[in-house]
């Protein structure tokens, strides 16, 4: 794949980028390292004071990192705006927390003093994705610079532009040269660097097939690796739900980032109860959602990211008629008009057994299906590979205590959209990947937990 800016919107390509040569990622590589071995010596304070820096250049220059993110990947300027902003959070967030997080803990034991300390592990690969250009790559560079870790960013080839926005960030907030750097190249790549003894660890968020490849380097070369992988996240409502507000809030599940993201809500199962009510208003928001130029402030549906996106998941939808869905709205590609445009889409009758139903839509495609009671709903949210984060709405306690403690997720979110929050871990299980970003489990993976013994 070409590393080049797309304009999703258009079709336009903008700008195309050389990938590096061999040299040119040894001179990185070899930059890395040297710069660790001095980085790892800076104090907290420093690293925070850094950090800092970096959150307001993301908040003073919002609109412009905006802007790159729209063009490059498609989403509507607002999210976009809104992901800056949060990432500049997630910054504000380490540079205060990191020092507790990180601080040596006392354990009793027959030493005369024992504990435990957290120690940087050297330079980190990041393997991130083009859906959340920017956040995805904060949520790791946040924790990893503020434990002593220096990184090294393979972006998605078609967000270019993005990544050398963030290393130059990060440059301009005063950070050493060589404590973060953007590596334009292809994924074919990836394994090589992976196998670099300069390199201690990994962490990607994308696709199965691309978790998979890098842990089985990583395997080889017995190094630790964080997967965040895909989702088919289950939106369960039952009967005693606040039904007005399940439908709004399932209609921002499902459209978050026109529907490309691996946390947002894609499978609606409802009691049969209210199952008629609820397809009623589903159908009747998503139909008032405005589809258009991203760049736009009316604009709620941009284009997908790729036209290679938009074919896959025109051919899903397809295939789920086939195979006995019913399409309730939608369910055709956007033709009189340039760029990667999908309609807003709702499938319904998808036999629960059926191969369709195992995989993952990514774009603005619901998919809609109706339960007796409760075990029902549970035992269906579980009929899937994945397991990343979950929605369940309900005013009952004893059903919420049951969804809690029996849905296989990451995260289960009662009465609210599933989303990310530098306070709270982040991850999934099953084939959603394993290990943990964000909180202070996340800054937990690439540190040597290391036990101390003095007599």
């Known amino acids: 794949m070409a590393i080049a800016t797309i304009n999703p919107a258009t079709g336009e390509t903008i700008k195309t980028f050389t990938p590096l040569t061999d040299a040119e990622i040894e001179t990185k590589l070899a930059l890395a390292q040297s710069t660790y071995q001095q980085y790892r010596q800076t104090t907290f304070a420093q690293r925070s004071q850094w950090l800092n820096q970096a959150a307001d250049i993301l908040d003073r220059d919002k609109q412009k990192f905006a802007e790159t993110m729209t063009t490059e990947m498609g989403k509507t300027l607002q999210s976009a705006i809104a992901e800056v902003e949060k990432c500049a959070k997630v910054c504000r967030f380490y540079s205060e927390k990191a020092p507790e997080f990180l601080a040596n803990v006392i354990i009793d034991s027959d030493a005369s003093h024992s504990y435990v300390a957290y120690q940087p592990l050297g330079v980190i690969l990041a393997v991130m994705p083009w859906n959340f250009p920017f956040w995805q790559v904060f949520r790791f560079v946040a924790p ?16 270019p532009q ?42 990607l968020t994308g696709s199965e097939p691309a978790g998979a490849a890098l842990a089985s380097v990583a395997g080889q070369q017995l190094k ?5 992988l895909g989702g088919s996240d289950p939106f369960i409502v039952l009967e005693s739900a606040d039904l007005d507000e399940a439908v709004t ?42 589809i258009g130029d991203p760049m736009s402030e009316d604009t709620d549906i941009g284009p997908l990211a790729t036209a290679t996106i938009r074919s896959e998941l025109d051919q899903q939808v397809k295939a789920a008629v086939k195979q006995g869905g ?53 035992a269906l949210a579980n009929n899937i590979p994945f397991g990343l984060g979950a929605s369940a709405w309900t005013n009952d306690s004893t059903e919420k205590e049951r969804l809690i403690a029996e849905i296989e997720a990451g995260s289960v979110f009662i009465n609210g959209l599933v989303k990310s929050d530098p306070r709270l871990p982040f991850g999934g299980i099953k084939r959603s990947g394993y290990g943990r970003e964000l909180s202070s489990q996340g800054i937990h993976e690439f540190v040597n937990i290391k036990t101390v013994w003095i007599k």
Do not use: W
Not at 144 to 159: D, E, F, I, P, Y
């Open 326 to 378: 019913k399409i309730l709205l939608g369910g055709e590609s956007i033709s009189d008009r340039s760029g990667n445009y999908y309609p807003p889409t709702i499938l319904a009758d998808i036999p629960v057994d059926s191969d369709i139903a195992q995989e993952e839509f990514f774009g603005p495609v619901a998919l809609l299906f109706r339960v007796k009671d409760i075990e029902e709903a549970i």
């Open 249 to 290: 809030t399932a209609v921002k599940a499902r459209m978050l980032n026109n529907g490309q993201s691996c946390i947002a809500a894609k499978r609606f199962i409802v009691a049969e109860s209210i199952a008629d009510r609820f397809q009623a208003q589903l159908v009747e928001q998503f139909k008032a959602l405005t």
């Open 162 to 203: 993005c990544a050398l926005a963030i290393a130059e960030i990060i440059a301009q907030a005063g950070f050493p040269e060589g404590a973060f750097q953007t590596l334009l190249i292809g994924a074919d790549r990836i394994k090589s660097i992976m196998e670099d003894e300069r390199v201690k660890a990994a962490t």
């Open 224 to 228: 630790k690796v964080v997967l965040e």
């Open 144 to 159: 990893a610079l503020m434990a002593g870790n220096v990184g090294l960013l393979k972006h998605a080839s078609n967000v």
